[in-house]
């Protein structure tokens, strides 16, 4: 009987000890950069003229993967034009393959476009969860070629609504939430993930801040991680009218961030820059600048525990 007893406290600290040393779900960062990646079709100037020659000078479309070694599952935040690059970097973060779903932000072609490769011309997936809200739902069900992923059953559309979480499983919830953008063809969201008592939000584009009803500084004080736009550095950036694009631009958004404590601006990491953001461009003054204030720059194959 002391033998059994001797057996049963051993395996139940055993099993104790294998829980307490279960490894926590993490980000993967897939990509930092605007629609149309780094460099971008068409321009030759000296932003992206060292991105074509050099390939390690390189950027992939902005995207975050969310993994769960425990359940061995993973989601994709946007579908881009880089998805089979991000596809092949995420197993090799994550050691997991297939895919489990992903969750849309919006229309617009760096954001979506990739969900052509789970058709039948390339991966033939089948049902894969695509998370989006009714417009951007009704967006692809209405729209070739994008409507026959959805007839043929390569993807299955699972519809999100403003601030109510999705639980993917005990330990992580997905929440989206409203933001003001252009939207032309459905509205913009951005997302909070919650994964042991820690959260990570993540707002790829969205207008200037103070268009939005919900306080940045406030929000960020109440995560753990803020991945936010920063598609423009400063105004003048392009040799246009900015304020039809209206972004915030990096240099706003650390004036306001700059009330923040030393430790909530380093929750900030920058994400999803131009092809003409200097942010982009090793060791430049912007980089300098933004990492001398307390702030974080995303960067490819990043991981972020929970």
């Not at 699972?158 to 939207?183: C, G």
């Not at 707002?203 to 803020?226: M, N, R």
Request: aromatic share 10%.
């Amino acid at each position: 009987m002391r033998v059994v007893l001797i057996i049963i406290i051993l395996a139940t600290l055993a099993c104790s000890k294998t829980m307490k040393n279960e490894p926590n779900p993490y980000i993967v960062v897939l990509g930092v950069a605007q629609d149309g990646g780094y460099p971008q079709a068409g321009c030759n100037k000296d932003c992206c003229k060292d991105a074509w020659k050099d390939p390690s000078k390189r950027k992939k479309v902005s995207c975050l993967a969310l993994v769960d070694p425990i359940s061995k599952k993973q989601w994709i935040f946007d579908a881009t034009p880089d998805i089979k690059f991000q596809l092949q970097l995420l197993e090799k973060k994550s050691g997991i393959n297939p895919l489990n779903g992903v969750f849309l932000t919006h229309a617009h072609m760096g954001h979506y476009t990739g969900l052509m490769h789970f058709g039948r011309e390339v991966m033939g997936c089948n049902n894969l969860p695509v998370y989006c809200m009714i417009k951007m739902q009704n967006f692809i069900k209405t729209n070739a070629p994008w409507d026959q992923l959805v007839k043929i059953k390569n993807i299955e559309l699972k519809l999100l609504e403003n601030d109510s979480a999705i639980k993917l499983n005990q330990r992580i919830s997905v929440t989206p939430f409203l933001v003001p953008h252009r939207d032309e063809y459905s509205e913009t969201v951005g997302y909070k993930i919650k994964a042991n008592n820690k959260s990570l939000i993540f707002i790829p584009d969205i207008d200037k801040w103070e268009q939005w009803e919900v306080s940045i500084t406030k929000l960020i004080k109440q995560v753990d991680y803020a991945f936010l736009d920063a598609t423009f550095y400063k105004d003048g950036e392009l040799q246009r009218d900015m304020s039809g694009i209206p972004h915030p631009f990096v240099e706003e958004s650390m004036e306001l961030f700059s009330e923040l404590s030393k430790k909530d601006r380093a929750k900030v990491h920058f994400i999803h820059y131009n092809h003409t953001n200097p942010l982009l461009q090793e060791r430049s003054n912007a980089q300098k600048e933004v990492t001398k204030k307390g702030f974080n720059l995303a960067r490819e194959g990043q991981i972020i525990k929970f």
